[in-house]
């Protein structure tokens, strides 16, 4: 088990060696495992990708998020503008259905609402609108809502089974089973 104080030198180092994020910027603490960041960043990209990193070292129990997103001038950008991207980038993108994710932004925060079938869709809207500039950070709230039906899943994995098993058979077989 690692000491706090090696748990605290193993992310310095992650972050150190992520290429996305200036972890000169970024200030760890740890506590029985509890790590903290803190400090400022210059995208919610940089944040996001801070976290994930942190997250992937081995020994973090926990994780509390004090980093604060800080536009460059050149970055800032008004709500008005980041939700005009915002839907333009939710349009352009073919994983979702058309018009089935909400945008409303405050203060550079997008939060996307509503429902998609899958959750592929929905994790392409959030990381589609996570790398706008002027973004500060991204809530989730889309639900998703599969249109398939029970028998229609149930029918379609014994069709998956039966196409791997006539497959698997002709590969060690040469020929089929059926």
């Given at each position: 088990?690692?000491?706090?104080?090696?748990?605290?030198?193993?992310?310095?180092?992650e972050?150190?060696?992520?290429?996305?994020?200036?972890?000169?910027?970024?200030?760890?603490?740890?506590?029985?495992?509890?790590?903290?960041?803190?400090?400022?960043?210059?995208?919610?990209?940089?944040?996001?990708?801070?976290?994930?990193?942190?997250?992937?070292?081995?020994?973090?129990?926990?994780?509390?998020i004090?980093?604060?997103?800080?536009l460059?001038?050149?970055?800032?950008?008004?709500?008005?503008?980041?939700?005009?991207?915002?839907?333009?980038?939710?349009?352009?993108?073919?994983?979702?259905?058309?018009?089935?994710?909400?945008?409303?932004?405050?203060?550079?925060?997008?939060?996307?609402?509503?429902?998609?079938?899958?959750?592929?869709?929905?994790?392409?809207?959030?990381?589609?609108?996570?790398?706008?500039?002027?973004?500060?950070?991204?809530?989730?709230?889309?639900a998703?809502?599969?249109?398939?039906?029970?028998?229609?899943?149930?029918?379609?994995?014994?069709?998956?089974?039966?196409?791997?098993?006539?497959?698997?058979a002709?590969?060690?077989?040469?020929?089929?089973?059926?």
């Amino acid at each position: 088990m690692k000491t706090d104080l090696q748990l605290q030198q193993d992310i310095i180092a992650e972050l150190t060696w992520e290429p996305s994020v200036n972890a000169a910027q970024i200030g760890v603490e740890v506590k029985d495992g509890v790590v903290t960041l803190a400090g400022h960043v210059n995208s919610y990209s940089e944040k996001w990708r801070a976290e994930r990193v942190t997250q992937q070292v081995a020994g973090v129990k926990a994780l509390a998020i004090e980093i604060e997103v800080r536009l460059p001038g050149g970055s800032l950008r008004n709500d008005a503008d980041i939700a005009r991207a915002a839907e333009n980038v939710l349009e352009w993108m073919t994983y979702a259905p058309r018009d089935s994710v909400k945008v409303m932004v405050e203060g550079g925060w997008i939060t996307l609402s509503g429902e998609v079938d899958w959750e592929y869709q929905r994790w392409a809207a959030v990381k589609g609108v996570s790398h706008l500039m002027g973004v500060t950070g991204v809530s989730d709230h889309m639900a998703i809502k599969p249109q398939a039906s029970n028998l229609t899943v149930k029918s379609g994995i014994e069709a998956a089974l039966k196409r791997r098993a006539q497959t698997d058979a002709s590969k060690h077989y040469g020929g089929s089973i059926w």
